[in-house]
């Protein structure tokens, strides 16, 4: 059965509150985010910097629920800057016919406050 690869998740204009060259690697995202965008831990995540066409990828771990933080751990700090906006998205892979009815949770929060608009 044929499958493909289709957006899950994407959180959509975020700001990048802090960036982190000395940590092992990842992106931190507030959990109320990742719970919205139906994101997990450790999960795989691709990142687009609007501010300089970086793309790349990487894993999400959670931040502090309500705090807003986007932080970009190791050396994906090297291709953001705080303040950037980015947008976050996962993929998943499913088979064709179930993938012309998914729906992906797509979230719009507050790009000054990373919280979510209510």
């Known amino acids: 059965m044929m499958q493909v690869e289709v957006v899950k998740s994407k959180i959509h204009r975020v700001t990048v509150t802090e960036a982190n060259l000395?940590?092992?690697?990842?992106?931190t995202?507030?959990?109320?985010?990742?719970?919205?965008?139906?994101?997990?831990?450790?999960?795989?995540?691709y990142i687009v910097n609007n501010n300089n066409g970086e793309?790349?990828?990487?894993?999400?771990?959670?931040?502090?629920r309500g705090s807003g933080v986007i932080c970009l751990n190791g050396a994906a700090a090297r291709k953001?800057?705080?303040?950037?906006?980015?947008?976050?998205?996962?993929?998943?892979?499913?088979?064709?016919d179930e993938a012309k009815q998914f729906k992906p949770a797509v979230i719009f929060p507050d790009t000054a406050t990373n919280r979510l608009v209510k």
Do not use: C, W
């Not at 995202?29 to 995540?45: F, S």
């Not at 793309?55 to 502090?64: L, M, N, P």
């Open 55 to 64: 793309r790349f990828d990487t894993y999400a771990i959670k931040g502090e």
């Open 22 to 27: 000395n940590y092992i690697g990842s992106i």
């Open 29 to 45: 995202i507030d959990e109320d985010l990742m719970d919205a965008a139906n994101i997990i831990a450790n999960e795989r995540v």
């Open 80 to 96: 953001v800057q705080k303040g950037d906006i980015i947008i976050i998205m996962s993929y998943a892979s499913m088979p064709f």
